[in-house]
């Protein structure tokens, strides 16, 4: 089932459907083999490091005291019928804002999800900043 939802970006209903199993055990089996494959991904997965070259090294070059950069995005959600204004964004969609900043190799760094599709970005990044897990920013970098 994990691998199904996966490989074909599936919702829970149409697995429920496949499998004769309900959205509910679905959901909790996905999150334990999701928390599992977590706990482990440090000695199965091997990061390679990654070496800015040619046209990619070029565009950095210009941002030498940058840390990153940042963007949010808006992921499409089912939410209860109660809690659906807060979640409508700009263009009338149902959707949770997330915030992700990648490092120059590439990598992200920080990611915040669960902002409601109605906050703006400047309300999800100055929550970024003063969490406990806060967004990091150096003394004498910035962040493009």
């Not at 995005?73 to 209860?80: D, E, G």
Request: glycine share 6%; aromatic share 10%.
């Amino acid at each position: 089932m994990f691998l199904h939802i996966l490989a074909h970006n599936l919702k829970y209903r149409v697995v429920h459907f496949s499998y004769c199993r309900s959205m509910e055990t679905i959901s909790r089996q996905f999150k334990n083999v999701l928390r599992a494959i977590m706990k482990v991904s440090k000695e199965y997965l091997k990061f390679h490091e990654y070496n800015l070259e040619g046209s990619v090294e070029n565009k950095w070059r210009w941002f030498k005291n940058s840390i990153g950069a940042l963007d949010g995005i808006h992921i499409l959600v089912t939410v209860s019928a109660e809690d659906r204004p807060r979640y409508r964004n700009r263009k009338c969609d149902i959707s949770t804002n997330v915030l992700g900043v990648c490092g120059p190799d590439l990598r992200f760094i920080y990611v915040l999800p669960g902002w409601e599709g109605s906050a703006g970005d400047s309300q999800v990044l100055r929550d970024a900043l003063h969490r406990q897990n806060c967004l990091h920013i150096p003394n004498g970098n910035i962040m493009k």
